[in-house]
């Protein structure tokens, strides 16, 4: 479905010393790469905070004062949007993924309400890992903004006190996870090079690096480097992933689809190391032929 995506990416950050957050990096990508990376499918990407380099191009925008606290800067993200929902994350969720966005999006188009919010394994409300439908959040700021004189310094509980939200859990535990003190950035880049995350989290930082779109096949491409390296030789296993995607790009560029191309060149490339690898083995003989008999009796051939 067609949303936009707000980030919020103020805040003085108190915990962690008055260092800039979002700049923080977490398996070498800032949080707010992770986030943007997250929402990268948005009609438009809004994000509140002072300008910094990131990895895909966005939209910024800053509230008015600046520091006037999330539901200031919520209302200034939303001046920037369009769609009829919006996406609202915090710009230091280092393990939000995609999976858990489209929970949300589904979640906030499937019911009457207002809109989603992500509740925490701990049963918290996460109102900043949400998606809203637009035309509920403006109408609630202006009647906040009504009532008080003005957005400054308003809790983002004030605004969704009164929305009607519906609430996803996900089986991504972690989605919640942010990073207030200097203590959970530890967490979190200890989380990033556990065994059982840290070739994903490899894979996803290197296609950010690279500026590529693409789901990888992780298993196929091991699976092809291993038999390059038992078959052939050690080095012949980056050599040989570096060819097929050598040969997918190629692929691609003349039409073909880009996850096609990729298990396609791997297959070939994988077949080969087989081929390779059988011609090592000992070469069984034939059968042995007959001693040819003496017709005279003499036993000599």
Known sequence: MSYDAIVLAGGAARRLGGADKPTLPVGARTLLDRV???????????VVGGRRPTARPVDWTLES??????????????????????????ADLPFLDRDTVRALLTAAAAGPGDGALLRDPEGRDQPLVAAYRTESLRREIALLATEHGTLHGLPLKALTAELD?????????LASF?????????????????HGNVLDQWINAAKNELGIDLDVDTKTLLDLARDAAHGVARPAAPLTTFLVGYAAARAEAAGADPAQAVAEASRKAADLALRW????????????????????GNGSP
């Open 36 to 46: 943007l990376a997250a929402c990268q499918d948005a009609a438009a990407t809004v």
């Open 65 to 90: 004062p600046p520091g006037g606290g999330p539901v200031a800067a919520l209302h200034a993200g939303l001046r920037r949007t369009t769609a009829a929902v919006v996406l609202v994350l915090s």
């Open 165 to 173: 939200l519906a609430r996803v859990t996900t089986a991504a535990p």
């Open 178 to 194: 942010d990073c207030d003190t200097w203590e959970d950035l530890a967490t979190a880049r200890a989380r990033i090079r556990e």
């Open 277 to 296: 690898a059988a011609e090592a083995e000992p070469a069984h003989p034939g059968p042995t032929d007959p001693t040819p008999t003496d017709p005279e």
